[in-house]
């Protein structure tokens, strides 16, 4: 799940500099940037379900 929200973020990320006009450092900063804070925003939520839920 961590992966899926990993590209997720890194996806929104991309947009939101090239809706930006920002050049291709910039993008792939917010990607990076975004890519990681997805991952592990997914991660926690992983960890959450799994000793919760299963």
Do not use: C, P, Q, S
Not at 32 to 40: D, H, L, R, T
Request: hydrophobic share 55%.
């Amino acid at each position: 799940m961590y992966l899926i929200t990993g590209i997720i973020g890194i996806l929104i990320g991309a947009f939101t500099a090239k809706r930006r006009n920002g050049k291709t450092l910039d993008i792939l900063h917010y990607a990076a940037g975004y890519g990681i804070a997805f991952a592990v925003a997914g991660f926690i939520i992983t960890l959450i379900i799994e000793k919760n839920f299963l």
